[in-house]
């Protein structure tokens, strides 16, 4: 449930500025405004100026943060409290409560829901971070107050699970979220821009369809997603996280005529997962441990349940068509790009299998 509310809250995030969003003066050539400006090395006065700061007027609200930024922040804020709100009413309040304590749920998933939390995280940095500089909010002010967004969310969703008997406070879940945000704050911090990214892709697995989670009483809990949406994000086994590499921008200089937007991508991934841990069927007590795979109800009353061995990670090389580095003229339309360059566009792939040793050829691969 979680993970649609977030969903609106990038679409809201993108088009929630006013119409004042770029909030400069005319004056300035498009040279002097430029969002990946050093502010972090020049006067306070001078980037307050460029982000249409001057420290009087109604467009201000503080220092560093016009108007506009303010509604962003003070937006954000209040679709976060509403997503905390009901995710405690949809997921915690049927569940018992008791002290607050730690689970290590490490080995879940072959780590791919470690991935997730890193590209989420680093993912809505983006969104956050590009919200901002929409507004004309300077470099500095839009990564420490914009950047933060995932990580504040995915950090009161790992109180609500210490809070929980069901669950618990993960590290492992906890270093993922500081990994993906780190990684967005420190270039851009750094660098001003994004040289290397997060990216995501999806194609659906089939194994959403093994969702009888008790043999005995048919009871279906729909942990790999119960329609489209879901599994966007809870179908670990078709889910691929990327790490993208800006080929120019890491090993050459603006001289070189190599495109700026082609650069490679070497993703992680895994398949055949119906079960957090295993594939194994349900044996003694059911539900005594949660740990057993599913089943998929092929005839009524009838299970199958996929193999364990079937449960295989997979590395990919592939080259990144990177959006973000497109050119644009059009300085809105280049925030929006930033943000949608989270997905990875399908190209042709080389995939490895440690678990076969084997290498495969995919001529598209999503």
């Not at 043999?215 to 996280?241: A, H, Q």
Request: proline share 4%.
């Amino acid at each position: 449930m979680v993970k649609r509310y977030v969903s609106l809250l990038l679409v809201v995030l993108l088009f929630v500025n006013p119409a004042r969003a770029f909030n400069y003066n005319p004056g300035l050539s498009s040279s002097d405004f430029n969002l990946e400006l050093n502010p972090f090395f020049v006067n306070d006065a001078r980037s307050m100026s460029l982000s249409g700061y001057s420290g009087t007027g109604k467009d201000n609200a503080g220092p560093g943060l016009n108007r506009s930024g303010a509604i962003v922040l003070g937006t954000e804020a209040l679709i976060i409290t509403g997503i905390m709100t009901s995710l405690y009413v949809s997921w915690y309040s049927g569940s018992e409560t008791g002290g607050f304590h730690f689970y290590n749920d490490n080995g879940e998933w072959l780590q791919m829901d470690k991935v997730g939390h890193a590209n989420s995280c680093y993912n809505f940095a983006n969104i956050g971070y590009e919200a901002l500089a929409m507004t004309g909010l300077d470099e500095k002010h839009s990564i420490l107050y914009g950047a933060p967004l995932g990580i504040t969310i995915m950090t009161m969703v790992e109180i609500f699970d210490a809070l929980s008997s069901d669950w618990g406070f993960s590290w492992g879940d906890m270093g993922a979220n500081i990994l993906g945000t780190g990684l967005f704050m420190g270039q851009q911090a750094l660098w001003h821009e994004q040289r290397i990214a997060l990216k995501y892709s999806y194609h659906n697995s089939g194994c959403s369809k093994y969702d009888v989670k008790n043999p005995v009483t048919m009871e279906r809990d729909y942990i790999m997603g119960k329609d489209w949406l879901d599994r966007l994000y809870e179908d670990y086994s078709g889910i691929t996280v990327w790490l993208a590499c800006d080929v120019k921008s890491l090993f050459m200089n603006d001289r070189s005529r190599y495109p700026s937007w082609l650069g490679w991508a070497i993703g992680y991934g895994a398949e055949g997962m119906t079960g957090e841990y295993n594939n194994y069927q349900p044996a003694g007590h059911v539900g005594d441990d949660g740990n057993w795979g599913r089943g998929w109800e092929y005839a009524p009353g009838q299970l199958a349940y996929m193999p364990n061995d079937a449960r295989l990670r997979r590395l990919f090389l592939a080259p990144d068509i990177d959006i973000s580095r497109i050119p644009c003229k059009n300085k809105t339309l280049k925030h929006v790009l930033r943000v949608l360059s989270a997905i990875k566009i399908p190209t042709p792939t080389l995939e490895y299998r440690p678990g076969e040793d084997s290498f495969c050829w995919h001529w598209f691969y999503f």
